[in-house]
């Protein structure tokens, strides 16, 4: 069973810490922090780096809702970092599925993504765990080079961070194709307003 742990925003890294030290004895099968591949340019290098994929959550797997009980009272300190929600809660099948889809056992981290963006700003992931999901898109930042994905978490929805850098989608000519719609949008508009 997955349980997703309520923790402050910004302590993620330092509740799995906390609860790390008495993870195995308690029980738990695996605890990690859900994260994203994020790139920024410094000093004109791409610098890799990972950020939560949900902020204020870290997950739990064990047998039963007994055992992550067990780990929360056991590990000292972390009662500071908890979020005032629930300690715990159960998660869905088709959450599961869906994080076991974006990460692996091991390695909890959710790859970057590449994409186009074309007329209208729809955006078509090219590669990446993001290739075919997206639907699950609300909103991208070009400049942070992230997607915003509409995503459940034990029956509450919530919206992941996952890396994507998009580019504009060309046309045969080469130039941009929402560039050309809106050059041909004002040129339609001028002609309107001098007939």
Do not use: Q
């Not at 992550?68 to 590990?75: E, K």
């Amino acid at each position: 069973m997955w349980f997703a742990i309520n923790v402050r925003r910004g302590r993620e890294w330092e509740a799995l810490s906390l609860l790390r030290d008495t993870a195995v004895a308690d029980g738990l099968e695996e605890l990690f922090v859900p994260s994203a591949v994020t790139r920024a340019v410094r000093g004109g290098e791409v610098v890799e780096g990972a950020e939560p994929l949900i902020p204020g959550v870290v997950v739990a797997v064990a047998p039963g809702r007994r055992e992550v009980r067990a780990a929360l009272r056991h590990a000292r300190g972390v009662d500071e970092v908890l979020a005032s929600r629930p300690g715990a809660a159960e998660m869905g099948e088709a959450e599961v599925a869906l994080l076991c889809a974006l990460t692996r056992p091991g390695r909890r981290v959710v790859g970057f993504s590449e994409g186009l963006v074309g007329p209208g700003g729809e955006v078509t992931v090219t590669s990446g765990p993001l290739c075919g999901r997206e639907g699950l898109i609300r909103r991208v930042s070009h400049r942070g080079k992230r997607a915003y994905v509409r995503m459940s978490v034990a029956g509450r929805e919530v919206e992941a961070r996952m890396g994507l850098r998009v580019r504009c989608r060309r046309d045969a000519r080469g130039a941009a194709t929402t560039t050309m719609t809106s050059s041909r949008a004002a040129a339609g508009a001028t002609a309107a307003t001098t007939t």
